[in-house]
């Protein structure tokens, strides 16, 4: 009966050891998510900033003039 027990808890204590596991892992990918959102924003801020920028320079196409120095 003892031995029965020992598993029994052994057993309870590797579930235990599992959920505390999941929820550690949960919480890290909701976090990662919240990372990845943030990202996805900030990607398509700079993409519609340089599609801004594309079309503000294809509006002048003279040449730059040369430096002062020549």
């Not at 892992?25 to 990202?39: P, V």
């Not at 700079?46 to 730059?64: F, H, Y």
């Amino acid at each position: 009966m003892k031995e029965l027990e020992n598993r029994l808890n052994d057993i309870e204590m590797k579930v235990a050891f599992q959920e505390d596991s999941i929820t550690q892992l949960s919480d890290e990918i909701a976090l990662l998510n919240e990372l990845i959102d943030r990202q996805r924003t900030q990607i398509e801020y700079l993409g519609s900033r340089l599609g801004d920028m594309a079309q503000g320079s294809s509006i002048s196409n003279a040449p730059e003039p040369p430096p002062p120095h020549y």
